[in-house]
């Protein structure tokens, strides 16, 4: 499971925004649990994460659609940190959702 999604970070931890709250466009690597965020799909051969941020495991995290967010097809994970991450349409959606889910 991989490819680019556009991302926000918009929580830093709880009640804390995020510093950097643009929006990016990043490959996303989800691989036995953990979600890895990446420049591009050479990316998580050398390690190295956007940022260097830590991977984020969903076994930790929830999830939820962001219906009230101006723009479509968006949906949030939170492992502490807040993100949110924006799929091409609603299949995309149901389909970030599902992996959440699934595993
Ligand atoms: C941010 C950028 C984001 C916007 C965010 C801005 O500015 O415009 O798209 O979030 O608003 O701070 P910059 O690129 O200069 O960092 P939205 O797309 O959700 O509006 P925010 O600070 O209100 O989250």
Do not use: M
Not at 16 to 30: F, H, T
Not at 63 to 80: C, H, I, P
Not at 90 to 95: A, L, Q
């Amino acid at each position: 499971h991989e490819g680019f999604l556009f991302r926000k970070h918009e929580l830093d931890g709880p009640n804390k925004k995020a510093s950097n709250r643009s929006w990016v466009n990043l490959y996303c690597v989800l691989s036995k649990g953990d979600l890895g965020f990446y420049k591009d799909a050479k990316g998580q051969a050398t390690g190295s994460t956007h940022g260097g941020e830590p991977l984020l495991n969903l076994h930790h995290s929830t999830s939820e659609v962001a219906n009230n967010y101006k723009k479509k097809n968006v949906f949030k994970l939170n492992d502490g940190s807040e993100f949110l991450l924006q799929a091409n349409d609603e299949v995309g959606v149901y389909w970030g959702l599902g992996v959440v889910v699934e595993i």
